[in-house]
């Protein structure tokens, strides 16, 4: 009887150990084995800008950027827009004020946008509506996205004209024309500078627009022209436990001018510095640049992977002397940062954290 005690424990012992040593975890990790399988991803970013509601009085630039986060097969796993809706008064003897103007984005001003109060059929701010358009395209690729169904309202509706939704579940919740939306969005995912980055968590998205009225902005006199430069920076970055594992960056400059009397003369705008690579000719026309705008940011982007938002506004910098090229600029102290990245990063440092600061 013992022995057949002993027998029958033994092969209980067998029957256990071999259901210990075939246990996985719910995600397929092997019991013993608490890391889980890294993903890789592709963060892009792109921009689609109009300078078509400029008018007298009034320049104006809209620039709609979107930032995704695609996975291995190229369908989107986050999305985010904004858009940079600057506009200056100019008055009728061509004049703008020039000092200190700076403008929020459509999604930073959130309910003050006021949208809700003012289009007719309109029960949601713009803000919300936009975020509807982000999530309808999670999930689809860059061909499916383009491939959204539009159509055009007609005179018996508020806003004739305008390219909305053709899907009716979407159009409740996003009844603003979404071309700028499919088209930047489409960019984005087709971002030949995006970044590739691999990890273990779950990345969130956040996205940062950044715009001003430049210094080198001016009235009208009647000798020369006007101009109001509004400018803008943005940037998106992918967070993943509050550090930052990609990142890309951009700027853009349009250049509208006018004249004594208000009118717009002329209303420029080619691409993106980053779209424009070695056509922005920094190289050219700076005596100590030896790499374009585009590579310097990359470089900088690089840099703050790895970072915390705190981390990449505490980049240690130096003002360049008055013995240097660009007196007065403030650049990386790091010298091998400052050999990638020589220009001024400050506006850089900060549109970067705060990208990270929203992802969500």
Not at 171 to 195: H, L, M, P, R, Y
Not at 207 to 221: E, G, M, Q, V, W
Request: hydrophobic share 40%; with cysteine.
């Amino acid at each position: 009887m013992k022995k057949l005690l002993t027998l029958l424990v033994l092969v209980c012992m067998v029957f256990s150990l071999g259901a210990c040593g075939s246990k996985t975890e719910d995600n397929n990790t092997p019991a013993g084995n608490d890391t889980p399988a890294e993903a890789t991803y592709k963060l892009g970013m792109g921009t689609t800008v109009s300078l078509d509601s400029s008018k007298a009085g009034n320049a104006q630039v809209d620039a709609t950027v979107a930032a995704v986060i695609l996975d291995a097969e190229g369908k989107i796993v986050d999305c985010r827009i904004d858009v940079a809706q600057n506009k200056t008064a100019i008055s009728e003897d061509g004049e703008i004020a020039t000092e200190g103007v700076t403008f929020l984005s459509k999604y930073e001003k959130g309910e003050d946008y006021h949208m809700d109060d003012f289009a007719e059929d309109c029960t949601r701010d713009w803000y919300l509506q936009a975020d509807s358009f982000a999530a309808y395209v999670v999930g689809k690729t860059a061909a499916e996205v383009e491939a959204t169904e539009t159509r055009v309202r007609g005179e018996d509706e508020p806003h004739p004209g305008y390219v909305v939704a053709a899907d009716e579940t979407l159009f409740a919740e996003c009844s603003i024309t979404i071309t700028q939306f499919i088209e930047a969005v489409v960019k984005a995912c087709n971002d030949e500078q995006g970044k590739t980055f691999t990890t273990a968590g779950t990345p969130t998205l956040g996205l940062k627009l950044t715009s001003n009225l430049d210094k080198s902005s001016k009235s009208a006199t009647a000798e020369e022209a006007g101009a109001a430069n509004m400018y803008t920076t943005m940037s998106a970055a992918a967070v993943v436990d509050g550090t930052i594992v990609a990142a890309v960056l951009d700027a853009m400059q349009p250049k509208i001018s006018f004249d004594d009397c208000g009118e717009i003369t002329d209303a420029k705008f080619v691409a993106t510095k980053r779209e424009l690579k070695e056509d922005y000719n920094m190289v050219k026309f700076a005596e100590d640049c030896n790499i374009e705008w585009y590579q310097q940011s990359a470089n900088f982007t690089d840099y703050c992977a790895g970072k915390t938002a705190a981390e990449v506004l505490a980049t240690e910098t130096r003002t360049r002397g008055e013995d240097e090229p660009h007196p007065g600029y403030v650049v990386a102290a790091d010298e091998a940062l400052f050999a990638q990245c020589s220009i001024n990063i400050v506006d850089l440092m900060q549109v970067v954290a705060d990208a990270a600061n929203n992802a969500k």
